[in-house]
């Protein structure tokens, strides 16, 4: 409970300075009251909105899972693909998947697929680094034990690998899944014409200033749900670490 | 042949771009089948990776294995394998490793006949009411109680144990070694068994011969059977004038080899 203070305190700042006292411009600074009208009227755009974004973000988020995780595997545990692709990956990773917007949006012939290939680029990297990593910290003795075992081609990987780095690669997942919805977010202020990045630049475009601040709070919420399923998941797969 | 054969096995490491470490120098062994075996020595003396190439783990540098007369190439079901720690897999809960390897070994095995394999081996060692727990949720015992009772539910001929009681407290080591004796008697025919170990006692209460090793580069430096009927009480250790011989010669040995080792050094410089 104690944990819900500071956001109550900063919500009762935010009241006295606008709504009771209007110290700042009512204009720029809309009050709790004004944006939850907002919410409260707009709930319905804002669910387009988020449902237009959550597509995109799932979308490129899936296809990113897919292919990282198993490539991660592939070549976390064979010391001479490591080495072999090591050069692509040093110099490749690094790049901000931002600055291929404009390349994406002129390759690629709608605003749709640019941005899923770009939240696509912006979760790979994460989550195909860390399953990599993953693989590698997995303890040596385990895998002799696998090996005596005997154990089938597919039990290898499915069965040994997988959740030997899923420790790992579900800290790649939690940062490719932030790191996509900033891309998202960015992507629709770019270009978009739907989804909440395009909501909240959109009403600014107008000057609507309530409905921008009503925007980002959803987005806040938004974001915070979304981690907070992925750190329920996380838990839930990796139980076998709790005591 | 039956049996194990061990024939001029040596294992060299690469430890720079000119120095190795010879681990194992043309160490050669007959064992017999259905013999409890141990491999006594200090750390450094090649005993864990003489059994790391008798399950195949590793390859020697020269030297073959034979296991049954036929050699030795990479792992295989028919040994099954015991190591200090982590022969379990901690994603998988007790019952799940138990499933998991019966599975490897019988692919087409219907699921229950499986668990109900498992439930009755995980009860013989003492883990009935624990087969849903993960490895983290057991003691260290009870995490090698499990493991003892993967490697008989795959009912190798011969079983590879590296220090299987050696992170253990003193009453679980006495504990786990009685049931390792009691279940490898059960066994019919008895599966052979060669244990890693770097205590004496456990090695004698527990084999029909010792082999000593010696570091540096790893030998075996005396063959000695127990000459000692089973079933075996384990206070007759200390009132078997008999077995005090043994106990004290194999003491000499390992105390041997440390003043040895340091000699070695000394003259390295």
């Known amino acids: 409970m104690v944990g819900w203070l500071p956001l109550l305190l900063i919500g009762i700042v935010w009241y006295i300075t606008t709504d009771v006292f209007q110290w700042l411009d009512p204009f720029l600074f809309p009050g709790p009251t004004a944006v939850l009208s907002i919410i409260g009227e707009d709930y319905p755009f804002l669910f387009t909105s988020l449902l237009s974004s959550l597509t995109l973000l799932f979308v490129s988020f899936g296809c990113a899972i897919v292919t990282a995780i198993p490539l991660g595997l592939l070549v976390g545990q064979s010391k001479r693909i490591e080495r072999l692709i090591h050069p692509f990956t040093n110099l490749a990773s690094p790049i901000p998947p931002i600055v291929y917007i404009p390349y994406a949006v002129a390759l690629l012939p709608t605003f749709w697929l640019a941005s899923s290939f770009i939240l696509y680029i912006g979760a790979f990297w994460p989550i195909f680094l860390n399953t990599v990593n993953g693989v590698k910290q997995i303890d040596h003795r385990l895998l002799d034990s696998a090996h005596t075992l005997g154990i089938s081609r597919k039990d290898w990987y499915a069965k040994i690998l997988l959740p030997g780095a899923m420790p790992s690669i579900f800290s790649g997942m939690t940062i490719g899944l932030v790191l996509s919805f900033i891309l998202l977010t960015a992507a629709e202020i770019v270009g978009g014409s739907s989804g909440l990045g395009w909501y909240v630049k959109n009403y600014s475009d107008f000057g609507d200033y309530p409905r921008v601040v009503s925007g980002i709070l959803f987005i806040g919420l938004v974001v915070a749900g979304l981690t907070q399923i992925m750190r329920r998941t996380e838990r839930y797969v990796l139980r076998w670490r709790e005591r | ?269």
């Open chain 2, 1 to 269: 042949m039956n049996g194990l054969s061990i024939e001029g096995v040596s294992k060299v490491f690469a430890t720079g771009k000119k120095e190795q470490f010879v681990a194992l120098d043309r160490v050669s062994l007959t064992i017999q089948q259905g013999e409890f075996f141990a491999l006594l020595g200090p750390s450094g003396c090649g005993k864990s990776t003489l059994l790391h190439i008798l399950a195949g783990l590793s390859e020697p540098s020269q030297g073959c294995v034979l296991w049954q007369g036929h050699k030795i190439q990479g792992p295989g079901l028919d040994r099954g394998v015991v190591f200090q720690t982590y022969s379990l897999f901690p994603w998988m809960t007790a019952e799940d490793n138990l499933l998991f390897a019966l599975k490897q070994k019988e692919r087409k095995g219907a699921r229950r006949d499986h668990q109900e394999r498992v439930r009755h081996i995980l009860d013989q060692v003492g883990l009935s009411g624990s087969e849903k727990k993960y490895p983290i949720q057991l003691s260290g015992g009870q995490q090698q109680r499990v493991a003892i009772a993967r490697a008989l539910l795959l009912e190798a001929p011969l079983l590879l144990l590296d220090e299987p009681f050696g992170a253990l407290d003193a009453i679980s080591r006495a504990q786990l070694q009685e049931l390792l004796l009691r279940l490898w008697q059960e066994k019919k025919p008895k599966p052979t068994v060669i244990m890693v170990t770097h205590d004496l006692d456990e090695a004698i209460y527990l084999s029909d011969r010792i082999a000593v090793l010696a570091a540096n580069p790893g030998r075996i430096t005396e063959l000695i059977a127990i000459p000692w009927a089973r079933p075996r009480k384990r206070n007759e250790l200390l009132s078997n004038p008999e077995l005090l011989d043994i106990r004290a010669r194999l003491l000499s040995l390992l105390q041997g080899e440390d003043v040895s080792g340091q000699q070695g050094r000394v003259a390295g410089w």
